[in-house]
């Protein structure tokens, strides 16, 4: 497994980094933690990283790159396996490209997919990787890889946290990973994020079955100035972690009036009704668009009969 990703890495002279659009802190530790990597333990690569940014560009900068420099390369997709997803399309004119990701989605596109669902976010897989394979880990490298375990853990909270989670960690901070660094980052908002976190806690509601939801309308992105996923995905979870609430959904109108819909469950398995309507991601957290409201609330339905059932279903 391993091996094929870095037999890979030494057959390409030149090498693109892609991930998914909208980048995290995993998909944007992964991709500048494998660029580090690859530079710091192969000779004669050069290594290029591309995608749209976002307030999470403090961790890193995107390179530009001509069209040409994709003839003969190898293009590497992080933290996503899905061709929509990705960010810059360009990596179609690789000649090889390469899926390294820990979702549970089959790839549309790769020649090569190694995807990992047992690692809760692709900078552990790849921590993992180089600590097995005794490569040369800078102090970057290290504050890029942690970065990605921090985040897609939630703060090593979630239920997928476990050994290796803390043995990959404990590995990048003997490297020199900045901890204080990503905190001080992670833990600073605008106050217009703050007062959006109000607005969601203030405003939400419940069904029958008390599965907590809110319906926001494109209006609120002018309320607050925000981008719809500043609200879709970063919002989600203020309704979680609630005493009686066993799951909570976001549903967010996007600019062409389609609606991204983020679902959330505290511990029972919901991604077969995100996949359901078109979408996925992991049991506990996933997503799907939808065209209507109407869609939305049977998806409200859906959650209610999966709460009834208590979390009895096999699919
Ligand atoms: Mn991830």
């Known amino acids: 497994m391993y091996k094929d990703i870095l037999r890979l890495i030494d057959a390409h002279e030149r090498i693109i980094i892609h991930r998914h659009k909208n980048p995290d802190l995993d998909a944007l530790g992964a991709q500048a933690g494998l660029k580090r ?33 994709y003839d003969g390369a190898l293009a590497i997709v992080v933290d996503v396996a899905v061709s929509r997803l990705v960010a810059d399309e360009r990596y179609t004119r690789a000649q090889t490209t390469l899926v390294i990701d820990h979702h549970r989605n089959d790839t549309d596109f790769a020649d090569f997919c190694f995807s990992y669902p047992e690692h809760i976010a692709t900078c552990q897989l790849l921590g993992d990787m180089a600590m097995r394979h005794g490569l040369k880990v800078s102090p970057d490298t290290a504050t890029y890889l942690l970065g990605g375990i921090i985040t897609d853990s939630g703060r090593f909270l979630y239920p997928a946290v476990n050994a290796t989670t803390f043995r990959v960690s404990a590995f990048l901070m003997e490297q020199g990973a900045d901890l204080p660094y990503l905190y001080e980052n992670l833990y600073t908002e605008d106050l217009k ?42 919002m ?76 009895q279903h096999h699919g």
């Not at 969601?200 to 926001?216: D, E, G, L, P």
């Not at 996925?280 to 109407?294: Q, V």
């Open 236 to 311: 989600v979870n203020q309704m979680g972690g609630i005493a009686g609430i066993p799951m909570w959904v976001n549903f967010t109108e996007d600019d062409d009036g389609s609606i991204l819909c983020e679902l959330r469950s505290k511990a029972i398995p919901i991604v077969d009704i995100a996949k359901k309507y078109g979408g996925g991601g992991h049991d506990l957290a996933c997503g799907c668009t939808l065209d209507t409201w109407d869609d939305a609330d049977k998806i409200l339905n859906d959650l209610d009969t999966r709460v009834n059932e208590g979390g």
């Open 193 to 234: 994020f703050k007062k959006l976190k109000g607005h969601f806690i203030n405003h939400f509601k419940t069904t029958k079955a008390s599965v907590a939801y809110m319906k926001n309308t494109k209006d609120l992105k002018t309320m607050f100035n925000v981008d719809t996923f500043t609200i879709s995905r970063g």
């Open 37 to 69: 990597l690859i530079e710091d333990n192969f000779e004669a690569k050069t290594v290029k990283m591309v995608g749209d940014e976002n307030t999470f560009r403090f961790l890193a900068r995107m390179d530009e790159v001509e069209d040409a420099f």
